[in-house]
């Protein structure tokens, strides 16, 4: 038999534990948000300075999936999808990659280090030319961006694909009137309706800005330019 006092304890417990159960269930953290901060805080003790960089993809993946695989059957339960549904699977992927590039930092270096490869590759397979932004032109069969060599030369490229950074010159040179890049191209032949022949072109890869000058800068480059010009005549 209980007393009052024990009746009062009981009754004091199931208070306590009806204010605290909410609050510990409200805290819980998702399967989901879980394998996001667990692969974030694989790629924060990654070595990136030290580590030999044919294992830095593989270290990557293996941070992901570790991180999902602690929880995998929570994770799919809370996306609504499956191993099966691939598309799911790619939104899954999508998530994390935002949250990692938005959050985590090792993630970020990560990014930078793989991208600074690829542009590293990128140059070894092709040819690359460096000036001041001079002229886009869509008058022609492709978009022309022209640059102008410190040798006074000047060089047409053609837009023919998009290429990484691409939208930067969607409404034209905007912006980069004043800029220094180097372009990164292959040599390519294609058909000119106008001609009817198959030239070769200087098609773009990939756009680096290398710095911004000033306008009187600008302005003494293309006078340079101009005056050579007109000595070739």
């Known amino acids: 038999m209980f007393t009052k006092s024990h009746s ?20 819980q953290i998702t399967a989901t948000d879980e394998a996001f901060g667990k692969a974030c805080a694989c790629f924060n003790a990654l070595d990136f300075v030290n580590l030999d960089q044919k294992y830095i993809t593989t270290k990557a ?17 809370e996306n609504k999808t499956s191993l099966e549904d691939s598309e799911g699977m790619l939104n899954v992927a999508k998530l994390m990659h935002e949250y990692l ?24 397979k092709n040819k690359s030319s460096i000036g001041l932004l001079y002229s886009f032109s869509t008058n022609q069969q492709f978009p022309i961006i022209t640059i102008i060599t410190e ?8 837009w023919f694909r998009e290429f990484d950074g691409s939208t930067r010159f969607m409404k034209g040179l905007k912006g980069y009137e004043n800029t220094v890049v180097e ?3 292959k040599e390519v032949e294609l058909y000119d309706v106008v001609t009817q022949s198959y030239p070769f072109y200087k098609e773009i890869i990939l756009i680096e800005e290398l710095k911004v000058v000033e306008k009187k800068e600008r302005k ?5 330019f101009e005056k050579g010009q007109r000595n070739r005549k």
Do not use: H
Request: charged share 20%; aromatic share 12%.
């Open 101 to 124: 590039l938005e959050n985590c930092v090792g993630f970020q270096q990560f990014s930078k280090q793989m991208a600074t490869e690829q542009v590293t590759e990128v140059k070894q």
């Open 183 to 185: 372009i990164i191209w």
């Open 220 to 224: 003494a480059w293309l006078r340079s």
């Open 8 to 27: 009062n304890e009981m009754n004091k417990s199931y208070f306590i534990g009806l204010i605290f159960c909410p609050m510990l269930l409200f805290g």
């Open 151 to 158: 040798d006074n030369e000047a060089l047409e490229f053609i």
């Open 61 to 77: 993946d293996s941070c992901i999936q570790e991180a999902l695989y602690t929880n995998l059957t929570g994770v799919l339960k």
